[in-house]
T-cell receptor, first 111, second 110 residues
Framework: EDKVVQSPLSLVVHEGDTVTLNCSYEVTNFRSLLWYKQEKKAPTFLFMLTSSGIEKKSGRLSSILDKKELFSILNITATQTGDSAVYLC???????????FGPGTSLSVIP | NAGVTQTPKFQVLKTGQSMTLQCAQDMNHNSMYWYRQDPGMGLRLIYYSASEGTTDKGEVPNGYNVSRLNKREFSLRLESAAPSQTSVYFCASARYTEAFFGQGTRLTVV
């Protein structure tokens, strides 16, 4: 059965800390790994990863995929209170007919 | 650019009532999805539709039905609402890129 697991489920850090969020997946005919940030409303897209070992960066956020070990990490450096959110990881099948989400990591950044 | 539009945004139902959540996308996407989100559970897939005319069950389909009316529209129906269906519902669509989400429907069943 397809599944996506994230860890930790919740995390509290101080501003300026660096955090690493983990995502592992088992999805038939895997194509890509997606990261989303969810604050109060709908998830907003962060990254799509399709190739192993190639880091994607956007400001203080970066992510990498390991297709051999079936996991991905999302790093956030120099965290700010605005980074407080739930970070969702999802695995997309090659036929685009399934996008399976993990439970999310709830990140709280305190001043 | 409307993207994915969901209606209604909020709804309160009594146990046993029925209702349909509407979703439409204007991005010419083939795939559409319905998720529910409960605290600590992430997004759980209820049903998905890989293309017009096809629908498939996801992780938590019980108590729901769907219709892919055309390429743009994918509706979710609760025939007899139960308190366990109190949740936030998200519709999403995708083609060759990431999934795009509607703004969600907060449903309360009392």
């Amino acid at each position: 059965e397809d599944k996506v697991v994230q860890s930790p489920l919740s995390l509290v850090v101080h501003e300026g800390d660096t955090v690493t969020l983990n995502c592992s997946y088992e999805v038939t005919n895997f194509r890509s790994l997606l990261w989303y940030k969810q604050e109060k409303k709908a998830p907003t897209f962060l990254f799509m990863l399709t190739s192993s070992g190639i880091e994607k960066k956007s400001g203080r956020l970066s992510s990498i995929l390991d297709k051999k070990e079936l996991f991905s990490i999302l790093n956030i450096t120099a965290t700010q209170t605005g980074d407080s959110a739930v970070y969702l990881c999802a695995a997309q099948a090659i036929s685009y007919d399934k996008v399976i989400f993990g439970p999310g990591t709830s990140l709280s950044v305190i001043p | 650019n409307a993207g994915v539009t969901q209606t209604p945004k909020f709804q309160v139902l009594k146990t046993g009532q029925s209702m349909t959540l509407q979703c439409a996308q204007d991005m010419n996407h083939n795939s559409m999805y319905w998720y529910r989100q409960d605290p600590g559970m992430g997004l759980r897939l209820i049903y998905y539709s890989a293309s017009e005319g096809t629908t498939d069950k996801g992780e938590v389909p019980n108590g729901y039905n769907v219709s892919r009316l055309n390429k743009r529209e994918f509706s979710l129906r609760l025939e007899s609402a139960a308190p366990s269906q109190t949740s936030v519902y998200f519709c999403a669509s995708a083609r060759y890129t990431e999934a795009f989400f509607g703004q969600g429907t907060r449903l309360t069943v009392v």
